[in-house]
C-alpha cells in the first residue's frame, strides 16, 4: 500500500511510454523506500525544487571515484531516502550483458540498494541508484570478489569509457570499438579510480562518422573510426537501389510518404562534397574529395562500404557550455591505425602526450579543450608534435594578428633605436 | 567470507575494471562479430543485421525509462533467457534490444514483448523520436533546475507515434539535461530540454564557514559577479562571506557546485529553455550546437504541458516541412532561423540573441534576410 | 631631367598597366617636387621603410578634419616634400565631375599643390597629395570662395560620406543613394568638420544588396537598398533568355568558354534561398522565401527587376580589425523608407539615436560596431529602440547564459535564505 | 581678394560642402537617370544601359593607378571635352568612366582612349580583375609595412590579361592595404594584399616625453603588452617610459599610431601578407571576410616578384577550377580550404590558423575532412 499519496507522480501512470512511476511503485513491494523516493519526488513536484541536499563526500576506500553521495533535506519524512547515493558500477564495452551477470547485479542491488537503476547514466556507467553509507564497502566487496567487475568513474579522472556497439553489430565499424575501449579501461584502472588530473576526462569510440555514441560531442578524446581508401562499390547493388529493389537507408523512411528513391536527389545531391555522379548506370565516386561524411553509405548500405584500409581520426576536447560555451571535439590526428597487436600503443602514446602536458598545465576544474582555447590552437598542436595542416581548421583566421617568434624574423626583435634613428629623424 | 569492516583493507580487491564484453555477447553476435555487410529495418523497432557466411541478426529495439527497478531488469532478462539465449543490450540512448537469430524467434519475441502492456514498447529506429537522452532531476541530483523522468514521460507519451513509426524526415534526437551542466548531450541535439535558473545564488551565512573555500567559489563564477565580502550569520556573529552582483549573473549555477552555501533552486525562478537544432553525426554536415528558441519554460509538474506543446510543435512543422534526410538543425539552416520562428510560432525574444563569448559571430551580417511576421513592422 | 636616380621606381615604368612613376615624371616637368616624390619613394624601395616622419596636426582654422599632415624624415635630402600634407576634398556624392569643375581643382592643385592627387581615397574624398602648411589656408579659401566647395572628414568625426551611383546609372537603385549622400552630407557638416565623436563615423549607401560602394564592410552605418514586395519578372524575357538572344549576367561573361545558357543551372540552382522554379515556360519566384540577394536579377537583368516599393535595410558598425579583428555591419532595421520628401528624417532619427548614446558611452577610439559589441546585440537593439527580431541574427545563441532581469522574473532576485533553509536544510 | 593671414577670419566660408552632384550629371545621365531599364556589356571594358523612353547610355571604363597627376586629370578632361560633352566619373574603386549617348560617340571614344599608349586601359567589367583598392604606403603614410602604388602596379601588370578581359568565373577584387590599419577593403576581398609588421615596436626614450601620452600608448595594447616604466635618454636623463613584453605583441601597430615614440617598422620585419575568399556582395551568399593564407612575403621592390607570384598563380587556379559566378571564397568553401592550399600549392603553416579572439570558431570540429596532400605523413 502506498506510504506516502503521489497525485501528481499518478499522473504520470498514464500514457503510452513506460513509467517509472509504475515501475517505482512495483518495486515498493519488496522495497519500501521506493516508497520515499516517490513521496519526496511528489514533494518537489508540489515544490518546484530537488530536495537533495549538496553534494556529500563518500566512496570506498582507496578509490576517488565511483560514488556520487547524496542525502535527503527531508529524511524526516523520507527515511528510506535519508542517505541516497549513486554507484557508478563500469558497463561491459557496447552494453552487452549476458542475463546472469545482469541477474546477479540485480540481486545485489536487491541486496544493498533500493532497487532502483539507471540503465545506463550519460556517460556509460551503469548507475546503481540511491544506497546507505554503510552499504557501500559490504556491496563493492561482493561486487569485486563474486561478481567480478569494478566501479567506473567520477571526480577528476578518466571517466568510464564507452563506445557504440562497433563491429559486433554494425556492417561500418572501421575498427574494434568494444576492444580498444575495454583494453584502455583496463590500462587505466588506476587513472579511473584514482583522480590525479585537473578535472575530468572522457574517452568515445565511434566506429565512423555517424558517430553514435556522440563522442565529438561528448567527450575530451574522441575517437571516431574512418579509412583511407575508397568507397567499396557494389555496381550491382547499385542498381537494385535504383530499381527499387532493395529498402533505401535499410528502410529508416518506410513509413514517410516519399515516394520512390531517387539516387540523385537522395544521394548524389546530398553528397556534401559532391563528388558522385553516375556514368551511365555507374556509380562514381571521386575518393579523393569525399570527406567520408558516411551519408551515401547510410542510404545504400547493401551497394555502400567504408573502405578496406581502416582507422580512426581523433578529435579532442569536446565538454558542455560550463564556463565558456561547449565545445566540438576538435579535429586533431587525421588518420591513425587502430590495431589490437600493438596494444593500442600508438595511441596511448598520443593520450599520454595529452595528460602529461594538461597535468602539469591545465588549471583546477579546467578541461582539456579549455586548455586547448587557453594556449591556443597552434600550441597544443605543437605539443602534441603534430604538425598544422589545414585540415585541422575550418578556415584561415580572418584576422591578421599573428604571433611570429622572434627566431623566425630575420635579425630578431632588438633593435637599436638609435641607429634606426639615424635613418629615420622622429 | 565478505566485506568486514573491521579489516577494511584485507583481500580487497581493486581495478580490475568491467567484465570483457567478450563474455557478454550473443552468441548470434559473437559468430558473425566483425563479419556484417548491411541491415535492413523492415518495421519500426526491428534491425536486421546480415553477416557475410550468411549469418543474420535480428534485433528487437524497445524503449526503457532509463530509470528503471530490478524487478523491470529481471524481467528483461526473462525475455532475453526465454528468447534470446540469455543476452541482451542497451543501446547508447537507454533502449534495451533483444537479438535473436532467426525470423520465426524474432517473431516470437515480438509478440512477447507485445503481451507485456506499456512497458516495452518497440520501435526507436530510422527517422523516428527515438529515447530521450536524460539526467537526474529531482530524482538524485543537487543542482537541477527541473525534473528529467517526468518531463521525459511527458514528452514520449505526447510522441510516441514517432518512436514506434519512421515517418519523420530523419532522426529527432531529443535530450533533456536538469541544469547548465548538461549531462545529457543537449548541447548537440535535435530539440534539447534544459533545466535553466533564473535567480542568482543566494547567500547562506550560517553555513558558508567551513563548507565553502571562498576563493573556489569566488573563481567559480565566469563572470566574476561573486567578490569576498563580510556578513552576519544568524548568530550575529561575523563571518567571511560573499557577496553576489545579481545584475553579472546569468544564473549558471557553477558556483553552487563549487559551494553548497550558495543555492540557486527557486519554484518560480526555475524552469526550462528549449534548444533546437543540433546534431552529433558527421553525415551530410558537421556536428552543430542546439540553438536556444525558447528561453524559458515553467516547471508545470506533472506534465510540463508548455514543454510538451512547444515540442510537439516543432515537430509536426518539422515532419511537415523538411525535405527527407534533413535533420532540424539543417531544416532551419535552409529556411533560415526567421523562417523557423515563423513556422513554428515561436515567440521570437531577445533571450535568443547571444550577448555571451563569441556573440558577435551570431549576429546577421548580410543584407540578404527573409521577411516574415517579424518584419510587418516595417514593410506592412 | 631627373633631380634623382631612380633605377627602382623605373622598373615600374615598364609593363601594361599605367605608371604612376611614368605619371610622376610627367609631372615632375612642371611640378619638381615631384622629383622629391620620387626620389623619397627610390629611397624607401632601397631602404624598405616609410620616410614619413610620424602624423603631423596641421589644418585650417576652425576644422577638426580633412587635413592630414606629414613631415620628410629626410627633408634635407627632398626639400620638396619636406611638409607634404594632403588635403581631402569632398567628392560630389557618385563621384560625377563636370571637367570645369575638375579642371579648376585642378588649377588650384597647380597653384598650392605637389601636382599629385588620389582620385580617390578609399573613403570616397578627392585625395590631393602633398603641400606645404603655409599653403593651406590660402588653398582652403580659394577653394570655398572660388570653387565653392570644401573639405571632407578625418579625424573622430563623420567621414566624408559616399555612395554607389544608384539610379543615376543603374536600374537596381532601391532608392536615390546620391540624393541622400548629398543631403546628409550637408546637413552634418558641422559634424564632420569638427570631431565631437569616440572615434571615426562612416556614412556609405549602396542602392542594392550588390553593395557597390562596400558599405556593409566598411561604414558604420551602411544603408543598402532593398524592396518589400515582389521581384518584377517580364515573361517574355524570361524567354529570350532561355532562347539565348539576351546577353547573361548583361555579358559578364563574354569571353570565358561557359557554354549555353542554362537558367537552371545559372539561376534556379544558384538561388541561395531555392525559391525559384519553372512552371512550363514561366519562371516562378516564392518572394516570400526571396531573401533578395540580387543573384537572379544580376544575371537577367532585361527579365527581373527589384520590386516596386522599394526602400532599404539598415546595417551597423562595419569596422577594419583594429582592435577585435574586423566586423561586418550587422543589420539593425530591415526596412525602412528612403524619400527625399521627408529630407530622410527617419534615417536622421536613426542616426541621431545612435550618435546620442555612442557619444554618451563610447570610449575613446571606440568605434561604434565595438562599443555593439561592448554592450551586446539586445542591449543595443533597445537602444535603438528596434523590437529584436530573428532577422537580427544568423543563428539563434548556443549557449545558454541567458541574463534575465530581476523584473522578468516573478518574486524578483531577493530571497530570504532562512525561509528557503526552513524548506531545504542544508 | 584671397585669404588674408592677418585676418584669418574675415570673409571665411565654412561648411559649404560638396557641390551638389546635380551640377556633375553628364547630359545623358541628367536625362535618363532613375528611368534605367537594364544594361549590356557588349565587350569589356564597355557598359551600355538602357533606359525607359529609349535613352541610352555607353560608359567606357578605363583603369586608373589612383595616384595620378594634375596633367592625368587634365587629360581625362580633355577627353570628356571631346566626347563626353563635358563630364566624366571615377568609380568606387578609382576607375574613370567615360559616358556618351550613342554608339558612334563611343566608338570614336575608345579609338582615343586606345590612341594614348597604356595611360587607360579600358577594362574592369564583368568577371574581370579589376582596379585594385589600395592606400598610401610609403608614398605619403607613415604606418605602412609596405608600399602601395609599386606593389599594385606590378600585380595589375602581371594580371593584366584579366583587367581587359572577361574571362573569370566570378569577379575577383583585389585590394591592398599597406597595415593592419586596413584602410583598403582589405578585409572583405577575394584577394588581399596587407603589409604587416613582424618586429616588436622599439622605444624611443629620447622621444617620449613630450610627444606621448602614456596612458593611451599604453591602453592601445589590445593584449596588455604595454607596460609603464623607467628608462634613461641618451643624455642620461631618467625618463617616464614604457616597456613592451615582446612575447604578447601580435605587431598591430596600435601603440605606434597612439605613440610616434614606439616605431615598428623594419627592412627585414615588414612585408605583406596574402588574403583570400573575402566578398561583400550579398548576391548569393553572404559578405564574408577575407582569411589569411600566406602569412609573410618579404618586401622585394620594385616588383615584389614573390606576391605577384602567388597571386598569379591563386587566380590560374580559381580560373580552371571555379564554377561560372564562384567568388574565390565560395570555390575555397565548396572545394574545402584543405584543397585550397593542396590546389593553389601554398604552404600551410600554423600562422592561418586563428589564436586570437573567436579562435574557437575556426576549429575543424567534424571528422569530415579530405585528404590531400598535408595528410600524407598519416595514410601513405
Ligand atoms: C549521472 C550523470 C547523469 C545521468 O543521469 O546519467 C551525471 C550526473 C552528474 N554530473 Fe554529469 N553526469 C553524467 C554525465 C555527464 C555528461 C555526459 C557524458 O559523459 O557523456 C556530461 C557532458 C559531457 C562533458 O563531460 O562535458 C556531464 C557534464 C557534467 C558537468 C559539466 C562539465 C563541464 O566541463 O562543463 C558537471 C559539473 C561538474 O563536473 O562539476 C557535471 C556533474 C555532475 C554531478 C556530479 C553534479 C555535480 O554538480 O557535482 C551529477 C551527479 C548527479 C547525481 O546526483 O546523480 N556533469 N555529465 C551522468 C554520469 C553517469 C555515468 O557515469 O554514466
Ligand atoms: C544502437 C546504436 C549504437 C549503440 O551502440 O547503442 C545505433 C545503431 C545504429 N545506428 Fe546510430 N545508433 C545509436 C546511436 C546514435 C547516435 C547517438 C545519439 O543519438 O546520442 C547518433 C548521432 C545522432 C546525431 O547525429 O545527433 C547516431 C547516428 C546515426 C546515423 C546518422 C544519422 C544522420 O543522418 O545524421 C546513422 C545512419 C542512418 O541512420 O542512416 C546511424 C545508423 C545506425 C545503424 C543503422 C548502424 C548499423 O548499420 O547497424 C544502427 C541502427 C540505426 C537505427 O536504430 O535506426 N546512426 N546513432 C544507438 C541507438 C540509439 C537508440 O537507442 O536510439
Ligand atoms: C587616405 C586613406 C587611404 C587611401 O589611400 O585612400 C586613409 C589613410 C589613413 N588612414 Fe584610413 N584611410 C582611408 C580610408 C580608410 C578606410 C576605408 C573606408 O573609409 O572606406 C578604412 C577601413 C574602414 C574603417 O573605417 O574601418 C580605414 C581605416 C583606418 C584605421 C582603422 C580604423 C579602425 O577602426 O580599425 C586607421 C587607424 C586610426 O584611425 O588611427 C586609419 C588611419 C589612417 C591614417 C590617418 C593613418 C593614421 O595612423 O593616423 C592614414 C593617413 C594616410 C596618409 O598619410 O595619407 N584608417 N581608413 C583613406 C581616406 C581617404 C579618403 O578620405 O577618401
Ligand atoms: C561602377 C560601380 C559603382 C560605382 O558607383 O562606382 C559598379 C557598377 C556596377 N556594378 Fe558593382 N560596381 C562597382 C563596385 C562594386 C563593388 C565594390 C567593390 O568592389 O569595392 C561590389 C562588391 C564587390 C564584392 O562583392 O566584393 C560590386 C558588386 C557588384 C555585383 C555582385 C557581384 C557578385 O556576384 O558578388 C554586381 C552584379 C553583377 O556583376 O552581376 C554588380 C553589378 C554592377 C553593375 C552591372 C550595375 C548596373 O546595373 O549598372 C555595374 C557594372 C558592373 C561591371 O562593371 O561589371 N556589382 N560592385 C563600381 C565599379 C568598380 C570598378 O571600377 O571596378
Ligand atoms: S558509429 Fe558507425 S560503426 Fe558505430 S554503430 Fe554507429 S554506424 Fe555503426
Ligand atoms: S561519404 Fe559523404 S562525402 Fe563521401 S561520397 Fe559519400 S556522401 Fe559524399
Ligand atoms: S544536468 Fe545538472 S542537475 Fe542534471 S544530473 Fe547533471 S549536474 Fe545534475
Ligand atoms: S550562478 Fe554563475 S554567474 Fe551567477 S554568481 Fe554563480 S557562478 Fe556567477
Ligand atoms: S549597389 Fe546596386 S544600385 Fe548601386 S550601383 Fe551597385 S548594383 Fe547598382
Ligand atoms: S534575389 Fe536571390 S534569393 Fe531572391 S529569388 Fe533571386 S536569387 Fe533567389
Ligand atoms: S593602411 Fe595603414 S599604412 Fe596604409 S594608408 Fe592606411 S593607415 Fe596608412
Ligand atoms: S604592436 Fe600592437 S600588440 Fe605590439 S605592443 Fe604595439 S599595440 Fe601591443
Redesign the interface.
Known sequence: MAKHDTPMLDELEKGPWPSFVTDLKRQAETHPECWDILGQLELSYEDKITHWKHGGIVGVFGYGGGIVGRYSDVPGRFPGVEHFHTIRVAQPSGMYYSTENLRALMDLWDKYGSGMTNMHGSTGDMILLGTRTENLEPLFWDLTHDLKQDLGGSGSNLRTPSCCLGESRCEWSCYDTQDICYALTMHYQDEIHRPAFPYKFKFKFSGCANDCVAAIARSDFAVIGTWKDDIQIDQAAVKEYVAGNYSVNGGSHKDGDWGPFSLKKEVIDLCPTQCMWMEGEELKIDNSECNRCMHCINVMPRALRPGKEKGATICMGAKAPILDGAQFATMIIPFIEVSKENEYENIIDVIERIWDWWMEVGKNRERVGETMQRVGLPTFLSIMEVEPIPQHIREPRSNPYVFWKEEEVPGGFERDIVAFRKRHAA | ???D?KN??E???????????D????PV?KAN??K?????????GV?V?YAEGGGV?Y?VRV????????????E??DI??THCE???????R?N?EF?VDSKEKCDALIADLKSRG????IGG???CVTNI?H?Q????????AT?A??PV??V???L?EY?V?????AQIRIALACC?????????SDIAL?G?H???P??????ITG?CELP?AIA?C?LGAIKPAKATN?QGEEVKSVKVN?ERC???G?C?TMC??M?L??????GM?I?V??K????????K?????V??LP?N???WPEVTEVVRRIVHVYAKDAK??ERIGEW???????????KCDIP?????????????????????????S??D???K
Chains 1, 3 share one sequence.
Open positions: 567470507m565478505g566485506y569492516p577494511p583493507m583481500g580487497r580487491i581493486t581495478d580490475i575494471g568491467p567484465h570483457s564484453y563474455d557478454m555477447l550473443p553476435i562479430r566483425g556484417w555487410l548491411y541491415h535492413e529495418i523492415p518495421e519500426s534491425l543485421h541478426c534485433t524503449g526503457s525509462p532509463r530509470l528503471v527497478s530490478i524487478e523491470h531488469v529481471r528483461m532478462c532475453a533467457d540469455g543476452y541482451l543490450r542497451f543501446t547508447t537507454n534495451a537479438m506499456t512497458k516495452f514498447p529506429t530510422g527517422a537522452v539526467t532531476g529531482w530524482v538524485h541530483c543537487h543542482t537541477p525534473d523522468s517526468g514521460k511527458a514520449m507519451d505526447d510516441f518512436f513509426s519512421m515517418k519523420l524526415p547548465l551542466n548538461m549531462c545529457g548531450a543537449v548541447h548537440a534544459l535553466v533564473r535567480k542568482p543566494m547567500v547562506d551565512n550560517d553555513r563548507v573556489l567559480a565566469p544568524s545579481s546569468m544564473f549558471c557553477n553552487y553548497p552555501a543555492p533552486a527557486d519554484p518560480e525562478g526555475d529553455a534548444l537544432g543540433g552529433v553525426s558527421n553525415a551530410k554536415s558537421a556536428p550546437f542546439s540553438k536556444l528558441v528561453p524559458f516547471n509538474p506533472p506534465r527527407k534526410y532551419a539552416e535552409r529556411i533560415g532561423w526567421e523562417k523557423f520562428f515563423e521570437f525574444t531577445e533571450k535568443s540573441i547571444d550577448d555571451y563569448r563569441l556573440a558577435y559571430d551570431t549576429w546577421k551580417t548580410t543584407a540578404a534576410f527573409k521577411y516574415t517579424h518584419t513592422a516595417y514593410t
